[in-house]
């Protein structure tokens, strides 16, 4: 005797209810997650002006950075290799968080070779002085 074979029911799972309980579950990541804010330093940076009304001081304190050297003077001719902490202490030395708006900036041109970490080193060194940064871009 040759038995019938009954026809399996496949089972089927009701999908309905999984984008409710995606949405749910977006909400609750949406709520519950705390925001924080990346650390870094605040730098102040001159506002840009046009050329017309811009004045040009030759005694502006500028810091030139290579891959290897740090300069530091008021002007071209009294360019000098600096240390780091040197830098330091001349900038405290200048006094510029007592200074006006006008005497406090640090004009910074960097070189290419140069790494980010050194970069925000010396930004934040002149930053910490109470000084304020311009930076020179090459054209």
């Known amino acids: 005797m040759s038995r019938k074979r009954r026809a399996k029911a496949e089972a089927e799972i009701d999908v309905g209810a999984f984008a409710d309980i995606a949405f749910l579950l977006i ?59 040197a830098l330091r202490d001349r900038l405290f030395q200048m006094n510029l968080m007592n200074a006006e708006d006008q005497d406090r900036m640090i004009v910074l041109e960097v070189a290419d070779e140069v790494t980010y970490e050194r970069y925000f080193r010396i930004v934040t060194l002149i930053s910490d002085a109470g000084g304020v940064v311009a930076i020179v871009e090459e054209n």
């Open 27 to 85: 909400i609750f990541f949406i709520l519950t997650t705390s925001f924080v804010r990346p650390l870094g330093q605040e730098v102040s940076i001159p506002q840009t002006e046009t050329p017309e009304n811009r004045e040009v001081d030759d005694q502006t304190p500028s810091v030139n950075v290579t891959g290897t050297t740090l300069l530091f003077g008021e002007t071209e001719d009294s360019m000098e290799e600096i240390t780091l902490e």
